[in-house]
């Protein structure tokens, strides 16, 4: 078992930034991929980025490539979202979720066991 608790979202003007953390707590976090994930209101929720067990190897959506880096401190059991040059339609609410079967980076919603309760994030114009 994986508890997932985010934080960090926020109200943002266009162009600023925001960091979100998700820490984990139960199995060994060191072990498994994290990922995050948005959801806009009447859409399907949407990968955002991904990484791997280690830390070394991630992956972004192409529309927060180049602004977005996703992090994780294994010592501290925790995955960050660092995202920056925000647009108003980076606007959603914000999970992360945790592949407990797999160490690589995972971009598939439906592979992932564990999610968070997802935090807002407010871009305004």
């Known amino acids: 078992q994986v508890q997932l608790v985010e934080s960090g979202g926020g109200l943002v003007q266009a162009g600023g930034s925001l960091r979100l953390s998700c820490a984990a707590s139960g199995r060994t976090f060191s072990w498994y991929a994290m990922g995050w994930f948005r959801r806009v209101p009447g859409k399907e929720r949407e990968f955002v980025a991904a990484i791997d067990s280690s830390g070394g190897i991630t992956q972004y959506a192409d529309s927060v490539k180049g602004r977005f880096t996703i992090s994780r401190d294994n010592a501290k059991k925790t995955v960050y979202l660092q995202m920056t040059s925000l647009k108003p339609e980076d606007t959603a609410i914000y999970y992360c979720?945790?592949?407990?079967?797999?160490?690589?980076?995972?971009?598939?919603?439906?592979?992932?066991?564990?999610w968070g309760q997802g935090t807002q994030v407010t871009v305004s114009s």
């Open positions: 979720a945790a592949d407990l079967r797999r160490t690589g980076v995972v971009t598939t919603l439906y592979v992932y066991d564990y």
